[in-house]
Structures are given as structure tokens and as C-alpha cells.
């Protein structure tokens, strides 16, 4: 399997992150950098919804949105102190994404992907609260470039990958047999907190 994808479509792809980021009265920051043999993207997300339903049994939580958009989610088992959210309630979402790319000369290591994933939860008596985070870090090997779209071809642990490179000076860098380390982080944190007037 082989795909293509500029460094711009990988940043967007990560950004894919709730309806509500599109709406207005929503916090929405991004970033981009780079450095001789890396990338750096980020994106956080701040929005405030309302709680409007609640059902104890399912422990499903109706919220809305700042555009008067409404949706369910499931407070899970991580989510403590669920008796008490009440209808009213404002909910705080905090989202962040990001992703790096490291040039590795000379390569070497192996071709893998790893994963780690870490929660916390609020404390008994606390505000209802939860929070996660997800890194996955995967080598890839440069096994081609092409000098006249400027695209090195990547090939990781489970698939292939063409990868245009805008910059000139970034693409002279590379050569075959390199290694590029990819890192996708994304973190949320979802809080209850007292409706602001």
C-alpha cells in the first residue's frame, strides 16, 4: 500500500478534531516550526459546552455547544464523581495535537511503531473531571526521493508513504537510507466547571 501526503496534508489530517473547533466562541491556536531535519505542527483547542440532558443509567451526558449544537457523549468509568454533574453544568474541553518529524542520518534502527497512552481521573470528592494523552512514535527509512517534486518516499513498520518536502534546504538533507522518526501526540481534557455569569 502506498499513499501520498505533503507535510500541510499530515498537519491538517491531525487536526481533524471535534465539530465544535469549527464554531465561534471557541479558543483555537496552531503552530508550525522547523529546524535543520524537523518539523514541528501543533494545535490546541479550548471550548466550553453546556450540559442540557442526563441519563444516570447509560451515563450518557447531552452537551451544547457554543452554536447551539447539541451532542452526546458516555462518561466512562475514568470519569468520577459523575452524580455530580447537573443540568446546567458548564463543561470545559481541552484538546492539543501534535506532530513531529525528525531526520535520523544514516539510519539504523528499526522500522517500528510504539504507542503509549496515560489517564488521570478527578479526585473523590473533586469537580467531575478526566484526562488522557496518546504519543505514538513510529522510524520510517527513506527508500527514494525524487529531486524534481521534491518527495521522499517512507517506508514505516506497516505501509509506504510518498512525502513532499516544500522547503529545498529540508529536502537536500535527506538522503537514502536515512531514517525519519514521526511523532503524533494528542491529549484531552474534559473538566466541569461552575456556569460563569
Known amino acids: 500500500m502506498k499513499t501520498t501526503f505533503s507535510i500541510c496534508a499530515i498537519a491538517l489530517a491531525c487536526s481533524a478534531i471535534p465539530a465544535m473547533s469549527q464554531q465561534s466562541n471557541v479558543q483555537d ?3 508550525a516550526a522547523s529546524a535543520p531535519g524537523r518539523a514541528d ?14 441519563d444516570k443509567a447509560t451515563r450518557t451526558v447531552t452537551l451544547k ?9 458516555v462518561a466512562g468509568p475514568e470519569v468520577r464523581n459523575f452524580d455530580q454533574i447537573k443540568v446546567g453544568s458548564e463543561v470545559v474541553v481541552n484538546f492539543q495535537q501534535a506532530l513531529a518529524l525528525e531526520l535520523k542520518k544514516g539510519g539504523g534502527a528499526p522500522r517500528e511503531i510504539v504507542e503509549s497512552s496515560k489517564a488521570s481521573q478527578a479526585n473523590p470528592g473533586a469537580q467531575p473531571g478526566a484526562a488522557a494523552a496518546r504519543t505514538i512514535t513510529a522510524m520510517a527509512d527513506v527508500t527514494a526521493l525524487d529531486p524534481a517534486t521534491q518527495v521522499v518516499t517512507l517506508r514505516g513498520p506497516k505501509r509506504t508513504v510518498d512525502l513532499r518536502v516544500p522547503d529545498p534546504k529540508q529536502f537536500k538533507m535527506i538522503a537514502v ?8 501526540t494528542e491529549a484531552v481534557a474534559v473538566s466541569v466547571e461552575p456556569k460563569t455569569k
Open 177 to 184: 537510507g536515512d531514517q525519519v522518526q514521526v511523532t503524533y
Open 29 to 31: 491556536t496552531s503552530s
Open 65 to 73: 455547544g457554543p452554536e447551539g449544537k447539541e451532542f452526546t457523549v
Open 41 to 54: 505542527m501543533s494545535r490546541a483547542v479550548r471550548a466550553n459546552a453546556t450540559v442540557t440532558d442526563i
